[in-house]
């Protein structure tokens, strides 16, 4: 395994033209920062705006306000009745209990129905379309330990059992990001990464030296991440520095979308596949802590999982449906499977 320490990050930024970056979470530069509460500050005022015009329209028209009591009223007995778990079944109750008749519009406001519900459909639609290219579920053979997990993990999730694939287990997140890097060097069509955290750091300049190297030698790379995650940690600069090295770069659900409340609405995934053929999952972001780059407080502890043969193609759907999802761009799977 190499050694990546301060020497590195000079070397790195010595080939750069830009200004070095913060690597660390404390030292994150002033134009990122301000990013992250500018997207906070709207979704307070996008709340504020929905407080003010509930007080409005009360203070305006009492036959209003009475009838959103009854309707918070009625919303109180539906949670009672209908939520299993007893600490969110009390917590919807307190709030109905003390919010002057607008509970029942934060609870909607907060549903998934209503926060994402269309984008859950067309999801269902693009997994529907794309069904055909997952293999035949079939247990066959295998051990009654190992079909039971199958068959739970089917109905559970949705997943389908492959065949025909190594397996190799990383310790450790450095362990996983060294091996990760000098298999996309070997990389010869495409390259998809799905991340939650994309942070500035030495992990990041070394993965965009990697991916710039390939793009030079006509390689597709497409990466995906989300914006909550990315938010005070990825600078507008590295997105724009992704980008002109020819990096199709998509965030997922933009915290500054005109009043969106489906802020839980997130992509926690950590997938990378290498040309359908090699693809690594696990709990590593693309972060410096998670390498224990810089041992500040404590140790970063996380895993993950090299696969290489036909299960490659489970990420790759999944990378590609997510993406359609994200971009409203149609994928056609077959040129990746």
């Known amino acids: 395994m190499g050694k990546y320490d301060f020497s590195v990050r000079r070397a790195v930024l010595a080939r750069s033209k830009e200004k070095p970056k913060c690597v660390h979470k404390s030292w994150v530069d002033f134009t990122t920062g301000a990013k992250a509460l500018v997207s906070d500050f709207c979704v307070v005022l996008q709340l504020a705006l929905l407080a003010f015009l509930y007080a409005f329209f009360a203070y305006k028209f009492t036959v209003f306000y009475y009838i959103s ?22 917590s919807w109750l307190m709030l109905f209990l003390f919010s002057f008749g607008c509970g029942y519009i934060v ?10 519900g269309y984008d859950r459909k067309r999801f269902k639609e693009i997994s529907l379309r794309t069904e055909k290219y997952s293999p035949e579920f079939d247990i066959s053979g295998l051990t009654p330990a190992v079909a039971r997990d199958c068959v739970y993990m089917r109905t559970a ?3 389908t059992p492959y065949r025909g694939t190594e397996v190799k287990y990383f310790s450790d997140a450095r362990l996983l990001f060294d091996n990760m890097i000098a298999r996309l060097d070997a990389a010869e069509k495409f390259i998809f990464l799905e991340y939650f955290i994309v942070a500035d750091g030495v992990l990041f300049e070394r993965l965009l030296e990697a991916l710039s190297r390939k793009i030079a030698q006509g390689v597709e790379v497409r990466f995906l991440c989300d914006d909550v995650g990315c938010q005070g940690v990825l600078s507008g600069a590295s997105k724009r520095r992704l980008k002109a090295a020819g990096v199709r770069f998509k965030v997922f659900q933009p915290l500054l979308s005109p009043f969106n409340f489906g802020l839980n609405f997130r992509d926690h995934r950590k997938i990378v596949v290498i ?3 090699t693809g690594y999952v696990g709990g590593c972001n693309v972060a410096d802590e998670c390498t224990n780059q810089y041992r500040m407080q404590g140790m970063w502890k996380d895993a993950g999982v090299r696969l290489d043969g036909a299960a490659v193609d489970g990420l790759s759907l999944s990378f590609l449906k997510q993406w359609e999802l994200a971009t409203r761009e149609k994928c056609d799977p077959a040129r990746y499977m």
């Open 69 to 90: 009591l009854i309707l918070t009223f009625i919303t109180a007995v539906y949670v009672a009745l209908r939520e299993s778990d007893a600490q969110s079944k009390i």
């Open 107 to 116: 609870y909607f406001l907060a549903d998934k129905r209503m926060c994402y």
């Open 157 to 159: 999730g949705g997943f």
């Open 275 to 277: 040309d359908g053929k």
